[in-house]
T-cell receptor, first 112, second 116 residues
Framework: DQQVKQNSPSLSVQEGRISILNCDYTNSMFDYFLWYKKYPAEGPTFLISISSIKDKNEDGRFTVFLNKSAKHLSLHIVPSQPGDSAVYFCAALNYNTDKLIFGTGTRLQVFP | EPEVTQTPSHQVTQMGQEVILRCVPISNHLYFYWYRQILGQKVEFLVSFYNNEISEKSEIFDDQFSVERPDGSNFTLKIRSTKLEDSAMYFC??????????????FGDGTRLSIL
């Protein structure tokens, strides 16, 4: 099942710079997209989401951009902080369904 | 902040044995979920549960699996006869509503299930 793909397994960014995490999807029927952050030995923690009818959603240092024509979304973190170092999962959802479909994750490392 | 609680954090079981994984969802949530993540693979949906019945399940969730809400607070996943390939991290999640991005699913820290 390759409906949601994160092609970069890892990303390394200097503290204070921008982190950009990417996600592609194949199912044009998805209604929502979500980003979760996961630290080792913890469960995924919800970060930010976007409806398919929007192209941008911002929450503090985190902004998600959606390009429906390209079936692509990205998460921007500005400025990046060492505490942002974690695995980031992109997930997609259809309205009125229960099933989150996850990507494989991108490990972000923010170094001083 | 309220959170989803899972016990145990690590369960080691002999192949063929039954195992029950336990979860306490967030108290005002109505929708409950189990996901699993095999080492090195994606987080995969197993089942969702609402109003005391399964609302959706994946092809992974076969007859060996069952879920139950035995009381007002616990939500359990039972695997009747475990197989080696059931070894994974199992995550419980809950949400207030279904399929809404502004009411996301909240996850517990998981139970690592190791089948010997």
């Amino acid at each position: 099942d390759q409906q949601v793909k994160q092609n970069s397994p890892s990303l390394s960014v200097q503290e204070g710079r921008i982190s950009i995490l990417n996600c592609d999807y194949t199912n044009s029927m998805f209604d929502y997209f979500l980003w979760y952050k996961k630290y080792p030995a913890e469960g995924p923690t919800f970060l930010i989401s976007i409806s398919s009818i929007k192209d941008k959603n911002e929450d503090g240092r985190f902004t998600v951009f959606l390009n429906k024509s390209a079936k692509h979304l990205s998460l921007h973190i500005v400025p990046s902080q060492p505490g942002d170092s974690a695995v980031y999962f992109c997930a997609a959802l259809n309205y009125n369904t229960d099933k989150l479909i996850f990507g494989t994750g991108t490990r972000l490392q923010v170094f001083p | 902040e309220p959170e989803v609680t899972q016990t145990p954090s690590h369960q080691v079981t002999q192949m063929g044995q039954e195992v029950i994984l336990r979860c306490v969802p967030i108290s005002n949530h109505l929708y409950f979920y189990w996901y699993r993540q095999i080492l090195g693979q994606k987080v995969e949906f197993l089942v969702s549960f609402y109003n005391n019945e399964i609302s959706e399940k994946s092809e992974i969730f076969d007859d060996q699996f069952s879920v139950e809400r035995p009381d007002g607070s616990n939500f359990t996943l039972k695997i009747r006869s475990t197989k080696l390939e059931d070894s994974a991290m199992y995550f419980c999640a809950s949400s207030v509503e279904q399929g809404r991005s502004n009411q996301p699913q909240h996850f517990g820290d998981g139970t690592r299930l190791s089948i010997l």
